[in-house]
């Protein structure tokens, strides 16, 4: 068994990269910043596999971050030196080329490098035969098995195309500590880590409700998880970084784009309703008694395709009439359309107010987007058209930008397929192939019932006031549905959300949800509730549905909705 840290019960694994355009520096603020075994990236985000699959139609050799290499131009002789092995997915769709172009790079430098790369997730080449359509780039998640197996080879660098964000963590620790295939809850415990470092600064602070309590937000650091052989970790940062680590900002990150209390993946079934948090010192977050179970027989596949061209134009509305001027522009440009697209959407977004002391805070923004199959159809007859209204219109006519060509759009879906039907590969360092089989025990995934709910607490007297007064929230997009996890702090105010925050209540929170499905998933050991809202970001990030189009600032509405909280549990 090889050993990649010097502690046998302990590993230290950092994260330098939340999503292809993260912050350049971290891989070397990470690797100078303090002890370090494992640095891993997460460059690939559902957006991103559209962005490298546009990229791979305009050449063939691309695909992958490139980001990534530029970091490695600047940190890879550091890394080597203090004997820190790097793991990331930055391979996108082209692992084995970004494995060339690492390789390339090291002999530049004069480095001695052994770089290693895991394959198999593509599965264009026979999305066709397994049910997936014709679509742009077609993906399969693979798990952790093959990193660890490029480790265990001798790997100083190992890239991945689509893995699971947590596969980044599970695989040095598995490799490290020599767990098997079926030590469920030591790879559940990994995956816990996994999640909660793989968004990088969203684990010290970054995107975190109450971020008004951490002394120093200029820069957060980013994170790391010393994880044990049992697969409990400790949530920290180097030393002198900014951010922080407390319960609460891992317990955000742990909220973040879940769905209920099975969190499935290929090598195991984290069982969230098991994670404790404790906070033992100063930016030290324990995750511990993390239950597995055998992953479920098949593997998600992220499915982009080119759903067509989408163009907008965006109106300026300033002063009197505002509802009035709307329908007129909407009305002429309608008309004016010599042909009409397939989708036309008008959004009028209310930002005015009365008796205005500055003309910004006077005017709304009147928004129409279109989308079709035919770029003609979106793009400068359209376009055009807004501005031909400019002095034929509403008083004050303006627009926020100048007539411009549509763009391809891209949809997101999801498909799975059975494990058995994906070569997963881990191509080692010699060059030599090894083929990873799929977990030989499986389980159906399966929703946990909802849990015995705490008493709710005795009648007393209310404010209406924000629910972000006591409550915190994290939400994320999954494809085109939308997740709001939603915690408190302490057991009382728990007593009164479980039985507060329902999913009538939410629908009038958050009137966008009223006619879509939602579900709402309990979880007592954070103290939170979890609504999976469905449909809310039409058909996914790249079709831009609403205003907000990865539901980053959908908890951060609900926060700001006023609520009846009993008086006992306020401030």
């Given at each position: ?121 593509d ?44 596969a ?16 469920f ?47 409990s ?32 993946g ?5 069982r ?35 759903g ?152 007393g007297?209310?404010?209406r ?21 939603v ?23 958050l ?47 609900l ?13």
């Amino acid at each position: 068994m090889s050993q990649l840290a010097a502690d046998p019960e302990l590993i230290r694994i950092g994260n330098c990269s939340g999503f292809y355009g993260d912050r350049l520096g971290a891989m070397r603020e990470m690797l100078e910043g303090g002890e370090l075994d494992v640095l891993t990236g997460d460059y690939l985000a559902e957006l991103t596999m559209l962005i490298l699959g546009r990229d791979r139609m305009k050449d063939a050799n691309l695909g992958y971050a490139k980001t990534f290499v530029k970091q490695l131009k600047d940190c890879l002789g550091l890394a080597l030196e203090k004997g820190v092995k790097i793991v990331a997915n930055a391979g996108g769709l082209n692992p084995a080329g970004l494995a060339r172009a690492i390789g390339e790079l090291a002999e530049q430098q004069g480095l001695d490098v052994a770089v290693a790369h895991v394959t198999g997730d593509d599965l264009l080449p026979r999305a066709g035969e397994l049910g997936l359509g014709a679509p742009l780039t077609a993906n399969a998640y693979l798990g952790a098995w093959g990193i660890a197996e490029c480790l265990q080879a001798g790997a100083d660098v190992v890239v991945t195309g689509r893995v699971t964000d947590a596969a980044l963590v599970v695989g040095p620790a598995a490799a490290h500590f020599g767990w098997g295939r079926d030590d469920f809850d030591a790879l559940a415990g990994a995956v816990a880590a996994g999640h909660v470092i793989e968004c990088s600064t969203q684990a010290t602070g970054g995107n975190f409700a109450f971020f008004t309590e951490i002394a120093d937000m200029g820069r957060p650091g980013f994170p790391l998880a010393e994880v044990r052989r049992d697969g409990s970790s400790v949530i920290t940062k180097h030393p002198g970084t900014g951010g922080a680590v407390t319960v609460d900002t891992v317990a955000a990150q742990l909220m973040y784009e879940i769905q209920g209390a099975r969190y499935a993946g290929p090598d195991v079934t984290t069982r969230l309703d098991t994670v404790a948090l404790t906070q033992e010192g100063p930016d030290r977050v324990l995750i511990s008694g993390v239950r597995g179970e055998a992953p479920p027989p098949r593997l998600k596949v992220s499915l982009n395709t080119i759903g067509g061209f989408r163009n907008e134009m965006t109106f300026i509305l300033t002063g009197l009439d505002i509802e009035a001027k709307a329908q007129l522009a909407q009305r002429q440009l309608e008309s004016w359309l010599t042909v009409r697209p397939t989708e036309l959407e008008w959004t009028l977004s209310r930002l005015d107010r009365p008796d205005a002391d500055t003309e910004e805070q006077a005017s709304a923004l009147l928004k129409c987007v279109v989308r079709d199959p035919d770029p003609d159809r979106v793009g400068r007859g359209f376009s055009s058209v807004a501005v031909e209204l400019a002095l034929a219109s509403y008083p004050g006519f303006s627009l926020t930008a100048p007539p411009g060509n549509g763009s391809p759009y891209g949809v997101f879906t999801p498909g799975y397929v059975d494990a058995t039907e994906v070569a997963h590969t881990a191509v080692l360092p010699d060059g030599s192939q090894l083929a990873i089989a799929p977990a030989a025990q499986t389980l159906e995934l399966a929703e946990v019932p909802e849990p015995a709910l705490p008493q709710p607490l005795p009648p007393g007297d209310t404010r209406r006031v924000p629910l972000g007064t006591i409550a915190l929230a994290r939400s994320g997009d999954k494809g085109g549905n939308a997740n709001i996890g939603v915690w408190v702090r302490t057991e009382e105010q728990w007593r009164w959300l479980v039985h507060a925050l329902t999913v009538d209540e939410l629908r009038l929170l958050l009137p966008e949800t009223a006619k879509l499905p939602v579900t709402r998933h309990v979880l007592p050991n954070l103290r939170a509730v979890n609504f999976i809202v469905e449909g809310l970001l039409g058909q996914g990030v790249a079709y831009q549905a609403r205003f907000d189009p990865q539901a980053k600032g959908l908890g951060e509405w609900l926060r700001a909705r006023h609520i009846e909280i009993p008086m006992e549990l306020l401030p």
